[in-house]
T-cell receptor, first 119, second 113 residues
Framework: AQKITQTQPGMFVQEKEAVTLDCTYD???????LFWYKQPSSGEMIFLIY??????QNATEGRYSLNFQKARKSANLVISASQLGDSAMYFC????????????????FGSGTQLTVLP | DVKVTQSSRYLVKRTGEKVFLECVQD?????MFWYRQDPGLGLRLIYF???????EKGDIPEGYSVSREKKERFSLILESASTNQTSMYLC????????????FGDGTRLSIL
């Protein structure tokens, strides 16, 4: 079974500063993928970034980067130069990879972190 | 751009009604999913489908059914709506490949009175 833990229910950051959102996971799978999603107050879930367990480099997408530490089972999201529009709920999720088709690749989600960017 | 469209943004129904939530994706994704999201409980998987006419139960299938007659459309059915099914419902779809994310619709806020 997989488990995702996000220990920060809420975080505050000053505009233009960097912020790290924590995510730890537990799995017995050898190959897995880690995802981060953003959910603004309007409700839609927006995919931000992906990290495969066998990727040697940390993933980056614009202002988002993933600090992946496999031995510690952590996959923290780093947002650089925070903007007011970054205020949202952020979810970490994972699933098993390298599996046969037909299993639909279910995601396991954490409980989320509410980020507020202060002007 | 991937587009996942849910038929209603807000919906109000009465106890005992049969409720249909529709979801359509335009990217030829094999996999489709229905979640509900409640405060303090996060996202919970109701049902998913990996092919036309194929469906699998998620974590909380009780009180729900699904239909996937065409690849692009995945319907969630509340057979007899109850007040404890008041929630935010999210549909998602994805390719059946590694490193491919699920893409979500805007969600339907369903209230059962």
């Amino acid at each position: 079974a997989q488990k995702i833990t996000q220990t920060q229910p809420g975080m505050f950051v000053q505009e233009k500063e960097a912020v790290t959102l924590d995510c730890t996971y537990d799995t017995s799978d050898q190959s897995y993928g880690l995802f981060w999603y953003k959910q603004p107050s309007s409700g839609e879930m927006i995919f931000l970034i992906y990290q495969g367990s066998y990727d040697e480099q940390n993933a980056t997408e614009g202002r988002y980067s993933l600090n992946f530490q496999k031995a510690r089972k952590s996959a923290n999201l780093v947002i650089s130069a925070s903007q007011l529009g970054d205020s949202a709920m952020y979810f970490c999720a994972m699933r098993e990879e390298l599996i046969s088709s037909g299993s639909a690749r279910q995601l396991t989600f954490g409980s989320g972190t509410q980020l507020t960017v202060l002007p | 751009d991937v587009k996942v469209t849910q038929s209603s943004r807000y919906l109000v129904k009465r106890t005992g009604e049969k409720v249909f939530l529709e979801c359509v994706q335009d990217m030829d994704h094999e996999n489709m999913f229905w979640y509900r999201q409640d405060p303090g409980l996060g996202l919970r998987l109701i049902y998913f489908s990996y092919d036309v006419k194929m469906k699998e139960k998620g974590d909380i299938p009780e009180g729900y059914s699904v239909s996937r007659e065409k690849k692009e459309r995945f319907s969630l059915i509340l057979e007899s709506a109850s007040t404890n099914q008041t929630s935010m419902y999210l549909c998602a779809s994805s390719f059946d490949r590694d490193n491919q994310p699920q893409h979500f619709g805007d969600g339907t806020r369903l209230s059962i009175l």
